[in-house]
């Protein structure tokens, strides 16, 4: 089953900040909604494990994240593959692009495709939507706060 997502946030941060902390995996393990580890295993590249629910699913999905099209500090292209055991699979991809935003700080616009499969898929569109929508405004409320703190 396939999804997408578009939305931008405005971030009170200058691009080279947000940058910064959109790779520096502290961050973003503290950021991302269930993220139980996350550690770069190279320049570009980092492995996770994250615990989520959708529904009465819920499952440990372990996997591999690639950065691409490094364009620092305007962007960069993301993409990845999980395994989550009997719940099924999540692999997809998003542009994520740097501006600065008017008056200042920094406007952060991602575009993300992503496919499930296996239990996740039969759960329907509407719940998975539903559910990375949150987990999407969850992780951006939380990487606002950081990048704020500076």
């Not at 295993?41 to 440990?60: E, M």
């Not at 950065?67 to 998003?94: C, H, M, W």
């Not at 569109?125 to 539903?130: A, M, T, W």
């Amino acid at each position: 089953m396939a999804m997408t997502m578009k939305g931008e946030v405005t971030l009170p941060a200058t691009k080279q900040a947000v940058w910064e902390k959109l790779n520096d995996p502290a961050v973003l393990k503290e950021c991302i909604p269930g993220c139980q580890a996350l550690e770069k295993t190279s320049d570009t590249s980092f492995s996770a494990t994250a615990k989520i629910k959708v529904g009465p699913v819920s499952a440990t999905f372990k996997g591999n994240v690639e950065l691409t099209d490094l364009d620092p500090p305007n962007g960069y292209r993301i993409s990845g593959q999980g395994e989550g055991g009997v719940a099924g699979f999540a692999k997809g991809g998003a542009r994520v692009a740097l501006t600065d935003a008017p008056g200042g700080g920094t406007v952060l616009a991602y575009d993300v495709e992503a496919n499930v499969g296996g239990k996740l898929a039969q759960l329907g569109g509407r719940l998975i939507d539903g559910v990375a929508k949150k987990n999407a405004d969850s992780f951006f409320a939380k990487f606002a706060e950081v990048v704020g703190r500076g």
